[in-house]
């Protein structure tokens, strides 16, 4: 292009790359079925013409342009295998072990860098937050959804459009009510015991934590409580149930908890005759007891069961209505707007 050849006349190399190249004429323009459609002129816009030529043939002209001082620092057979940086400069470990110190690294390796993967991964070594360039990793699409079982451990990965989770856990020795901080070194004590494992096919737990933007280990407590009211105080979402990452039901049947108890709370003020009275104690506790009656069997399901029955026959706001139904073979169900002749027969 001009903006090249304007460089290349800089470092007195626009002869030569004229000799090894070819000049374009304008361009023309035609439709699919081959008709005339318009010229590209770029005499029109600038004096020098593009020139067209083989890229292997510019490289050997550049690489004969160089002074021999210049070309003892340059070892094009070499492949970087790691890159640390330090406050006073960078060290490039290169596979067949040579070591190279410096300033700077400048990544011109291809669209599949690996100076642009080091760069990431330093960058969040650092900083967990740190402002990187996304990087899924090879073989993740959007919408793909992996569960690895094994002894003692398990994952779960589920890739957006713009990010991939994973969660891996491993169980403990015993049950534990403790609530403890864990630190980055326990973070690497875990990695090195369970980061062999893999969690699709192909990529290992090593391969995602190296590719992660942000990580944390954390206790994963899960459990259904007895009561779910006491007088005018009612609990819903974890502080009733909960539950681990495994069946995806957690914040759902958080959820859940609301719509129901919504619901009952709605039935309730409509029933009221005088709705600027205070509501009795007596009406809150009924109502409160027929939201746990209703709530705790879909908790119990979502958590020891099959999680598609609770899902397909979860309540909704009964006071709003559904104009547009998703279509399928299995309805969604909920209360008393079921129709019985809408059910499925594998959750009747």
């Not at 875990?190 to 190296?210: I, K, P, R, W």
């Not at 009275?277 to 099959?306: E, H, M």
């Amino acid at each position: 292009m001009p903006n090249t050849l304007r460089l290349m006349a800089q470092l007195e190399l626009l002869e030569a790359v004229e000799a090894i190249g070819t000049h374009m004429r304008p361009g023309t323009v035609v439709t699919s079925d081959g008709r005339p459609f318009s010229t590209v002129d770029t005499d029109a816009w600038c004096r020098e013409l593009m020139v067209i030529l083989h890229r292997p043939e510019l490289m050997q002209l550049l690489y004969g342009a160089l002074s021999d001082e210049i070309r003892q620092h340059l070892f094009p057979g070499k492949e970087v295998e790691t890159i640390e940086t330090t406050e006073e400069g960078v060290v490039v470990r290169c596979t067949n072990g040579s070591v190279e110190r410096g300033s700077i690294v400048v990544g011109a390796d291809g669209a599949h860098s690996k100076v642009r993967d080091y760069m990431r991964r330093i960058a969040l070594q650092e900083s967990p937050k740190a402002a990187v360039n996304e990087d899924p990793p090879p073989g993740i699409n959007p919408g793909d959804e992996w569960h690895m079982h094994g002894s003692g451990i398990s994952s779960l990965l589920l890739a957006g459009s713009k990010k991939t989770w994973f969660m891996f856990s491993q169980k403990l020795p015993k049950p534990t009510r403790e609530r403890r901080r864990y630190t980055e070194k326990d973070v690497e004590s875990f990695m090195e015991e369970v980061g062999h494992a893999h969690c699709t096919s192909t990529l290992t737990l090593n391969d995602l934590y190296q590719a992660r933007t942000s990580c944390y280990l954390t206790a994963h407590h899960e459990g259904l409580i007895q009561h779910f009211h006491y007088n005018r105080i009612v609990l819903v979402g974890d502080a009733v149930n909960k539950q681990t990452y495994n069946t995806g039901q957690g914040w759902n049947t958080g959820v859940q908890d609301v719509v129901v108890l919504t619901n009952k709370l709605r039935a309730l003020m409509e029933n009221e005759t005088n709705p600027d009275a205070p509501i009795s104690k007596s009406k809150i506790k009924a109502a409160f007891g027929l939201y746990q009656k209703d709530g705790y069997p879909v908790d119990q399901q979502a958590r020891f069961l099959y999680p598609v029955p609770a899902n397909v026959n979860a309540q909704v706001l009964e006071f709003l209505e559904e104009n547009n139904r998703p279509s399928g073979t299995i309805p969604w169900l909920h209360g008393s707007k079921a129709d019985e002749s809408e059910m499925s027969p594998g959750i009747r």
